[in-house]
């Protein structure tokens, strides 16, 4: 069957078909509308979006959180993907980072600082205030103790021993040069990071 159809004839014929898929398309058909009205809505259209790090290793991927009010109104973690922004990891995350929700909801996460007192056998909360008030007279209190200006020779050593301080590795550039900057100038020896453990 030989069909003769000149060049017009055909762009014609083109344009009507690609106009016809077009309208289609644009759900201007019924299978169109009847395929909508099952679509249930996105399951992040009411959530709040917001970006942070991963804490699982030292790569520091970037992660999106999607949060929403649950029955109690209290915001509840519904979704966690890697960020395709975040120079990183591109938006892929690892399995323990793919993992991250059940993470943030578990029950036994702590939300709040704990402290066991003397003679006690249980964990009591603490507001931040009182941890961070505690945490900074225990470290005045050893460095002032132990910290060792010079040694058995007389040579300036600055050195402070007894306690040791372990950065987390999750983080940028700048902040971790000023950590370590911090902890040498108080003496500690004992520093390490996170991303060698």
Not at 18 to 45: C, I, P, Q, Y
């Amino acid at each position: 069957m030989n069909i003769d159809l000149s060049r017009r004839g055909f762009l014609k014929l083109a344009g009507a078909g690609v106009a016809a898929t077009s309208l289609g398309a644009m759900g201007f058909g019924k299978a169109e509308a009847a395929e909508l009205a099952h679509v249930r809505d996105f399951k992040l259209a009411q959530t709040t979006e917001t970006r942070n790090t991963c804490p699982y290793c030292s790569v520091a991927c970037g992660i999106i959180i999607y949060a929403r009010p649950d029955d109690t109104g209290a915001r509840r973690v519904v979704h966690i993907e890697g960020d395709a922004d975040h120079p990183t990891n591109r938006g892929t995350l690892c399995p323990k980072g793919a993992a991250l929700k059940d993470f943030v909801n578990a029950e036994t996460r702590l939300t709040e600082p704990m402290v066991r007192r003397p003679g006690s056998d249980r964990f009591e909360p603490i507001s931040w205030d009182e941890a961070l008030d505690r945490i900074a007279r225990a470290i005045k209190d050893d460095r002032d103790a132990n910290f060792l200006a010079t040694n058995e020779l007389g040579v300036p050593v600055n050195r402070w021993t007894t306690t040791g301080f372990l950065a987390a590795s999750a983080t940028t550039n700048e902040t971790a040069w000023l950590t370590y900057k911090v902890v040498r100038s108080m003496g500690i020896v004992g520093f390490d990071n996170q991303a060698r453990v």
